[in-house]
């Protein structure tokens, strides 16, 4: 049953073209909260997994109060998360804002394909 879906499915999926509101984010918020967090997650409080090409500890930059909910952009709203704990924020069931389907906010996290300067 499965086997026959994926057998059925095109191997080149159809392309769409995708138009979304982002917020245009404060970069010296961004930076504050990673040099607050010196590549410590501060949720779980494990170390960054991996450090960029540029040699900085790769954290993501998350919003306690969402943007979209009228969250402010600033570095007491911010928080620096490794990617699981970021991940959790936007789709565990321990955080009650999560559970309701795939928030389109997280999108605007994957800004330029760079998490860091999303939400
Ligand atoms: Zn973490
Ligand atoms: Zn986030």
Redesign the pocket.
């Known amino acids: 049953m499965r086997a026959a879906r994926l057998l059925q499915a095109p191997s080149k999926p159809e392309q769409q073209l995708v138009l979304s509101r982002v917020s245009k984010r404060n970069p010296y918020v961004i930076a504050e909260v990673l040099l607050r967090a010196a590549g410590i997650?501060e949720?779980?409080e494990?170390p960054a997994p991996f450090t960029r090409v540029d040699g900085r500890p790769y954290l993501e930059v998350h919003h306690r109060i969402r943007l979209a909910d009228g969250g402010d952009d600033t570095v007491e709203n911010a928080i620096a998360?490794?990617p699981?704990?970021h991940r959790e924020r936007h789709f565990g069931a321990a955080f009650s804002e999560a559970g309701s389907g795939t928030p389109p906010e997280f999108k605007s996290d994957m800004t330029q394909g760079d998490p860091e300067t999303g939400k």
């Open positions: 997650c949720s779980c494990s998360l490794c699981n704990c």
